[in-house]
């Protein structure tokens, strides 16, 4: 396979200077997923979209969540069935168009006494959720007895599961999937610059019409113009509201949601199970991934510095209460915890309502110099958010060359996989072929699961490093950041670490022993000083304190 896609910092350099010489349809402000699903929509039909992200792409919530595309289960209890159906749904078409991004994950729900949902109210509840979702028939739930469920999973605990429920949901990467979304808007011609911090409005005819942008690379400030600019910018969307004197009616309501990280051994579970928290009225997800287990969420009100959330001691000691309490053999404690995450939630405020309660649904705000702010939503409606904001925009500026949404039946980049048996076969003819070059099927398989088709390419650069007698391991981490690199417009240590591999989540333990000859290798790219990738290195090892510094 050829590598003919490149998006590296040439390529963002010149989008830097293309975007200063015209006038956009839409400027897009924040490169997370709904930013990007916007983008996406955007430049599809037809139109010239420019997006810009202060940090890195997928900075923000849109790689802290909870890492799954779901229909929302438990928005079922809220009567929100619109949501449920349109979420549902959209599990397929995200599947579909990112088949090894988007994985079908079995979800086991044991029912428990005095739990939120008994046994013929969760075999409903999972009946409605299916028949909204249009679910396909393997997919089905299954109601199981009490002896079926603790076969299923033998760690619950037995005195307390009456029985369960076992369903399907799909598991992601969402910082891979934000970026994928993100390099198919550039195939098609989007203008996408991370590192490009908006400053403040530029108004023509009392009417914002782009704004003065800042390149926190070079610290250089240049200008954007468009017919339309749309904040998309999640937990930061009251700063632009409030930047453009429209921080009016509606606002933000912040909620944190934390997660922590076990090695798989703590708790070996054998699929996904969604379970209660006995001392609110609360669910948390068990995700098994990479040979770790994953543990979340927490929905508490926030209002600290939004650009650094991150897990307390109380978050991380609630997690642990209710996973040993739903498996009591096990005895987690504190010190077991590899790694965490938080993040934030941009729920709209509702009085008299908990964070649990608050709506996920999204809105758009429209100001009076014609802002669009979007607001709320989940990961799993990314796409449907995009093209509701899309509709707008043409509606609100007559475009009438604009097409019609296609990105139901767009497949993103490295994703062009018409079956999940062709991702199987492309595993096993990679494996054999680069037996001898001592890489194994696991790692294949991340590569395959996180890259796509592109695979090839890393492998190539795999070869290349592996030549010059260095370590096999080494090597695996030296081709995957040579491939960011040059197509994921990777521009710091952390970038890679954190939101392209995932590493500091589900593979902290790695980063030490081969970041030196990363960061060299970051650092010959970029031309880099000595300084300024010593700066990046300890940038790296704070963030992997924070990942393990639960403060009380």
């Not at 997006?51 to 799954?68: F, M, N, P, V």
């Not at 790694?339 to 939630?345: D, E, K, P």
């Not at 993103?412 to 001592?438: A, V």
Request: one cysteine or more; charged letters at 30%; a positive charge.
């Amino acid at each position: 396979m050829d590598n003919q896609f490149s998006f590296s910092n040439n390529t963002r350099n010149d989008f830097i200077n293309e975007s200063q010489n015209k006038v956009f349809d839409i400027l897009v402000i924040g490169g997370g997923v709904t930013g990007a699903g916007i983008a996406l929509d955007a430049v599809s039909r037809g139109l010239s979209v420019c997006l810009i992200e202060k940090h890195d792409y997928a900075w923000g919530t849109s790689s802290r969540s909870t890492k799954l595309i779901h229909g929302g289960l438990r928005y079922l209890k809220q009567l929100e069935i619109a949501l449920v159906k349109e979420v549902g749904t959209e599990r397929a078409i995200v599947h579909k168009n990112a088949r090894n991004l988007v994985l079908p994950e079995k979800m086991l729900l044991p029912i428990v006494e005095n739990g939120s949902l008994g046994y013929y109210s969760t075999s409903a509840a999972l009946l409605v959720y299916d028949f909204l979702a249009g679910v396909k028939n393997k997919e089905r739930r299954k109601m199981l007895s009490k002896s079926s469920t603790l076969k299923a999973e033998p760690l619950l605990d037995s005195k307390k599961v009456s029985g369960g429920g076992l369903y399907y949901e799909y598991r992601t990467d969402d910082a891979r999937l934000t970026i994928e979304i993100i390099k198919k808007a550039v195939e098609l011609g989007a203008v996408c610059i991370n590192y490009a911090k908006f400053i403040s409005p530029i108004y023509e005819n009392h009417r914002f019409a782009g704004g003065e942008i800042k390149d926190n690379i070079s610290n250089e400030t240049f200008e954007i113009r468009a017919k339309q600019v749309v904040n998309a910018t999640g937990p930061w969307v009251d700063l632009i509201r409030k930047k453009d004197n429209s921080l009016k009616g509606k606002r933000l309501q912040l909620t944190k949601g934390v997660h922590i990280v076990l090695p798989y051994k703590i708790l070996s579970i054998k699929q996904a199970v969604y379970f209660d928290v006995e001392e609110d009225d609360r669910m948390v997800f068990a995700i098994p991934r990479h040979g770790k287990t994953y543990v979340g969420t927490t929905d508490t009100v926030y209002s600290e510095n939004i650009d650094e959330p991150h897990a307390s001691k109380d978050d991380v000691e609630y997690i642990l209460r209710a996973t040993n309490n739903m498996f009591p053999k096990l005895n987690i404690t504190i010190s077991q915890v590899e790694s965490s995450w938080a993040g934030l939630r941009p729920l709209i405020y509702e009085d008299g309502k908990s964070p649990s309660e608050l709506s996920r649904k999204d809105e758009i705000f429209e100001s009076e110099s014609g802002l669009l702010s979007i607001a709320g939503g989940k990961l799993t409606g990314y796409r449907k958010m995009a093209e509701r904001i899309v509709n707008k925009v043409v509606e609100l500026h007559n475009i009438k060359t604009a097409l019609k949404c296609k990105t139901e039946n767009l497949q993103l980049h490295g994703s062009d996989f018409s079956s999940n048996k062709e991702i199987r076969n492309l595993i096993i003819k990679l494996t054999s072929e680069n037996t001898k070059h001592k890489i194994t099927v696991e790692v294949i398989k991340e590569w395959i699961y996180r890259y796509g088709t592109d695979t090839p390419i890393i492998i190539d650069f795999y070869k290349q490093f592996l030549s010059k007698n260095k370590e096999p391991e080494l090597c695996f981490h030296l081709a995957e950041m040579q491939y960011c690199l040059e197509n994921e417009c990777v521009l710091k240590l952390e970038d890679f670490y954190i939101r392209r591999s995932s590493k500091m989540y589900f593979d902290i333990k790695k980063i030490n022993p081969y970041i030196k000859e990363v960061a060299e290798l970051v650092k010959a790219f970029h031309k880099y000083s000595d300084e300024e990738i010593a700066e990046q290195i300890e940038r790296v090892k704070y963030y992997e304190k924070l990942a393990l510094t639960f403060k009380s």
